[in-house]
């Protein structure tokens, strides 16, 4: 027999090295498993309660309620990360998280606050918000109040936390546990074909698109097809009093107690249009069973002179950038707040003049100030006059996202292209003047999954109204819905061509030979269609500006954001894998 190579197969040496090697690998990720299930079930960390000898303020607090948070974002849900940035920036600023005992005492007591006091607060009762959640309180040592639905406790549904989690969650100190109430039950609702449909649950109402009205079953009389009472006042108290009887008993044999916090669906009903004897039943039963109620959203900040029934949040929306709640929280406050700015050497190139941009990879967010513009200017852009200005808009449908080209500050003139539910407008404006529109037209539709609608109609009307106005926003696009658009303009001398993804809308336009010069500039303004929010942030993605000058060099790339590249792979294989994962939580 040849003395040939010996067998891998025969060397034992070698397989004894690959089964430590695989021991190892395996002892380790074993090891990485149970150290996540161990800080998951047994909750290593405490939170670290503040030193309450310090706080000298009489300055109120401002109150803070998400309604969701996911893995990636949607239309409806916060993102980690976006959660993540906005609880780091606040934290950074100085922001103290309160209890709600701190606030009892603050309004019973006349106790101090930190200069800065936050109350911090997820509703709905998801599941996914206290998974997502939990490890940002314990990254910035912040208490929040969890809140539930009473229906929704012990029903197995796994979608929401059930009372057993709720105990383990509040024994790490980072939660406290409040209520939306006992369930989400619509009466006196009509269809967008003017038929009455009566009561239904939220199970049976959540596609609202088609809803002309409806109400909140604890906030209005039991009405009939013509709007008419069918229940007198002593069954509309006997019938709302049995409903907050039903969540007091859930709540007592789920936990034990009563959370001290209540946080009414749907806000701002009671006291506001609510038929005063509907508005006083709640009231009653809600001063009885909880020790305070935020009645109202739409602003943040809750006074010494308040009060602890009438106390006041905001719910940041899942499509806020930072500098959105930060413009808000300024706005409420009157206190003026350090703006994210994200890429700093990016954030170079520019001269925001009003509002704020954020500046993440390839993106710019620019958010307006409220009631008004943002606008953000290219700097050393006036020496290229004859340009190609191309950008991928990404915002909501619902607002003003503007691309500007040869805009001069001083004379106010500027050619002008902006993108407003669906519609684009391109317009000249020569200096001294008002503006003149070349064209506007509105582009193809925009889809978007009818789950995704976050829409508000529970309110009170009255026959004839539910007759004469169009309650649905059915023809109007959701203010939640986002979309991307490829606008990209050359000027050339006195000519003008604009196309919105691939469609041509000027081919050669004369513009006026008194707009000559002047810097490329974004812009950002919220739409009137939105009444409960006047903040808006646009959202440009690759923003691209090209020499189109004869005696330059034609075709030259002035500046650009986009990625490029390894850049551009990296990029989009983390768009796929962030898909796939997304995908996989939603299914499974």
């Known amino acids: 027999m040849g003395m040939g190579k010996r067998s891998a197969a025969l060397d034992y040496r070698k397989k004894n090295r690959r089964k430590l090697v695989k021991t190892v690998l395996q002892l380790a990720f074993l090891f990485a498993v149970g150290y996540l299930l161990f800080h998951t079930l047994v909750d290593v960390k405490q939170y670290a309660e503040p030193d309450r000898s310090q706080w000298k303020s009489d300055n109120g607090f401002i109150a803070l309620s998400y309604f969701g948070v996911s893995r990636s974002g949607t239309p409806k849900l916060m993102s980690k990360r976006q959660l993540d940035e906005q609880l780091r920036t606040l934290k950074d600023q100085g922001y103290v998280t309160i209890s709600q005992q701190d606030v009892l005492d603050y309004y019973r007591d006349g106790k101090k606050l930190p200069d800065k006091a936050l109350f911090l607060a997820f509703e709905d009762g998801r599941n996914d918000s206290s998974l997502f959640a939990q490890p940002l309180l314990e990254k910035y040592n912040f208490k929040a109040t969890f809140l539930s639905y009473a229906d929704k406790m012990g029903d197995g549904q796994r979608k929401f936390v059930q009372p057993g989690g709720m105990k383990k969650m509040k024994k790490t100190g980072y939660w406290e546990l409040g209520s939306n109430g006992y369930r989400l039950s619509y009466i006196n609702v009509f269809d967008s074909e003017g038929n009455f449909l009566g009561a239904k649950d939220e199970k049976d109402l959540r596609n609202k698109m088609n809803i002309d009205y409806y109400n909140h079953y604890l906030m209005d009389f039991i009405r009939d097809g013509d709007m008419i009472p069918v229940e007198d006042r002593q069954q509309m108290e006997a019938r709302i009093g049995a409903d907050y009887a039903k969540m007091k008993m859930i709540y007592t044999d789920k936990l034990g107690y009563v959370p001290g916090v209540y946080m009414i669906m749907h806000a701002n009903a009671m006291g506001q249009g609510m038929n005063r004897l509907v508005s006083n039943a709640n009231d009653a039963n809600i001063r009885q069973i909880f020790q305070m109620h935020f009645n109202r959203e739409g602003n943040a900040l809750n006074a010494r002179s308040g009060e602890l029934f009438d106390l006041t949040r905001v719910q940041p929306q899942a499509y806020w950038y930072t500098n959105h709640l930060l413009m808000k929280i300024q706005k409420d406050t009157g206190r003026e707040m350090k703006f994210v700015v994200g890429d700093a050497g990016r954030a170079e190139d520019w001269t925001v003049v009003r509002g704020a941009a954020q500046f993440i990879g390839n993106r710019i967010a620019l958010t307006s100030e409220p009631s008004d513009a943002g606008l953000m200017v290219l700097k050393d852009s006036a020496q290229d006059r004859d ?30 292209v902006t993108m407003d539910n669906n519609i684009v407008t391109i317009e000249q404006k020569k200096p001294g003047q008002a503006a003149e529109t070349l064209l506007s037209r509105e582009l193809d539709p925009v889809h978007w999954k009818e789950t995704d609608l976050a829409l508000n109609k529970a309110t009170v009307y009255a026959r004839d109204q539910t007759l004469t106005r169009d309650l649905t926003e059915e023809r109007q696009y959701p203010i939640n819905i986002k979309d991307t658009r490829k606008l990209r303009i050359s000027i050339q001398g006195d000519r003008l061509s604009v196309k919105a993804d691939k469609t041509l809308l000027l081919d050669g336009q004369a513009i006026d030979g008194a707009i000559g010069a002047g810097e490329v500039a974004l812009g950002s303004a919220h739409d009137a269609q939105n009444k409960q929010d006047d903040i808006y942030d646009a959202v440009f993605d690759d923003v691209k500006v090209t020499a189109l000058d004869p ?21 989009g294989a983390k768009r796929t894998f962030n898909d796939v994962v997304d995908w996989m939580i939603e299914t499974f």
């Open 551 to 571: 005696d330059a060099e034609a075709g030259q790339v002035l500046y650009y954001t986009g990625y490029a590249g390894v850049q551009k792979v990296i990029g």
């Open 387 to 416: 340009v190609e200005l191309s950008a991928t808009l990404a915002g909501n449908v619902v607002g003003k996202q503007s691309l500007y080209v040869r805009y001069d500050r001083r004379q106010d003139s500027y050619v002008r």
